[in-house]
């Protein structure tokens, strides 16, 4: 089944700060987040493993909660390249092949001057 | 860039015929796996070929098949083409030991 991600839309200035969040009805081994630009292919951010810690990658950072089945992703101090779709997309954790991801419906981030 | 490349990047058919997209996979890796994306949707899981063989498919009918060569590279194949077809087609590499797939920018597929 397809996560869940909230907000649909968020409208940011430059500087701010925003959180996506991603929920799955079902048990996750990982949550996967990407980026696409308009006309663009997704772009890997970053995956948390079951069991891993909470990452980070430069002023973007996210965490993976095993026991809720939800994953958040937080943008800091946002720049104008941060505008975009972002995407979670999970693996199940029942032995589903690697390549094979679920995604929610993508959450438009869009930074102003 | 991922270094993963399809071909070609637009594509307008008819409904009923056929259509062959095509995908290089990122040097070094030895899967891929296809999805296709709706507007305004995420990407949604076709099928996945590992050593020339599919190794796991989404909730896609037959007429939706694949190929890998020898070279990692792949096809996808789409029969009877239908309206609701028409969307952007993903490509993505990686080692099947390993979780991060490497997009490629996609095929728009229109079909009228």
């Known amino acids: 089944q397809q996560p869940v991600q909230s907000p649909q839309a968020v409208i940011l200035r430059e500087g701010e700060d925003a959180v996506i969040n991603c929920s799955s009805s079902?048990?996750?081994?990982?949550v996967h987040w990407y980026r696409q630009k308009h006309g663009e292919a997704p772009v890997f951010l970053m995956i948390?493993?079951?069991?891993?810690e909470q990452k980070g990658h430069d002023k973007i950072s996210a965490s993976f909660n095993e026991k809720k089945q939800q994953s958040s992703l937080y943008l800091t101090a946002s720049q104008l390249s941060y505008s975009g779709t972002y995407f979670c997309?999970?693996?199940?954790?029942?032995?589903?092949?690697?390549?094979?991801?679920?995604f929610g419906q993508g959450t438009i981030l869009t930074v102003h001057p | 860039e991922t270094g993963v490349t399809q071909s070609p990047t637009h594509l307008i058919k008819t409904r009923g015929q056929q259509v062959t997209l095509r995908c290089s996979s990122q040097?070094?890796?030895?899967?891929v796996s296809w999805y296709q994306q709706a507007l305004g949707q995420g990407p949604q899981f076709i099928f996945q070929?590992?050593?020339?063989?599919?190794?796991g498919r989404g909730n896609f009918p037959p007429r939706f098949s694949g190929l890998q060569f020898p070279n990692y590279s792949s096809e996808l194949n789409v029969n009877a083409l239908e309206l609701d077809d028409s969307a952007l087609y993903l490509c993505?590499?990686?080692?099947?030991?390993?979780?991060?797939?490497?997009f490629g920018s996609g095929t728009q597929l229109s079909v009228l």
């Open positions: 993505a590499s990686s080692l099947i030991s390993s979780e991060k797939l490497f």
């Open positions: 079902k048990a996750l081994y990982s």
């Open positions: 948390l493993l079951k069991g891993g």
């Open positions: 997309g999970t693996r199940g954790d029942g032995g589903t092949s690697y390549g094979k991801l679920t």
């Open positions: 040097s070094g890796h030895n899967t």
């Open positions: 070929y590992y050593r020339e063989e599919e190794n």
